[in-house]
């Protein structure tokens, strides 16, 4: 779908701001606010705005700290349909937050969250692994988010958004 200039700069600022309310989001793009909501309605129907959603930082949340895993995953793609049938088994586990094909050395870069590491290497071992195109995977542990989708993660009131022109 071709954008045009002002559906850009919509589509750019609720990236940054999803909870941008909507006479703001007008008076940014220099249209009236009912052109505006017409323009971010059409964006959400044809699906360019996926979904909004809030990037919560859980050490801050006593009892929900969890274990985030980056797993590289080397894959055997199918005729036909490449790495996409790979990717959609391995997507629709519920422990599955993202899923990327990649350039490099590993096919599939998969990202997880579990309640503790022995919860993630059991997935790793009796679910990921365990598929018939999977040839090797290699786990990484997140030990602590500095930075994500932007934000910078802090200690207090210390968080900020780091914004960089494109």
């Known amino acids: 779908m071709k954008l045009s200039e002002k559906e850009l700069e ?6 940054k701001d999803a909870r941008a309310p909507l006479d703001m989001l007008a008076k940014m793009v220099g249209l009236p606010v009912a052109e505006t909501e017409a323009l971010v309605k059409k964006l959400e129907e044809a699906k360019v705005i996926v979904q909004y959603t809030a990037l919560v930082d859980w050490r801050k949340v006593d009892g929900h700290e969890g274990v985030t895993a980056m797993i590289d995953v080397k894959v055997t793609p199918k005729r ?15 422990e599955v ?7 490099g050395a590993y ?13 993630i290497a059991q997935f790793v071992s009796e679910k990921l692994s365990t598929l018939d195109s999977v040839i090797s995977t290699t786990t990484h542990f997140i030990l602590k988010k500095y930075k994500h989708d932007g934000i910078v993660f802090g200690q207090g009131d210390q968080d900020r958004r780091i914004v960089v022109s494109p």
């Open 10 to 15: 919509i589509v750019k600022i609720l990236e």
């Open 80 to 94: 036909g349909v490449g790495f996409d049938e790979v990717a959609e088994r391995i997507y629709r586990f519920p």
């Open 97 to 103: 937050t993202s899923v990327y094909l990649m350039s």
């Open 107 to 119: 096919d599939l870069s998969v990202v997880i969250e579990g309640r503790s590491m022995s919860e």
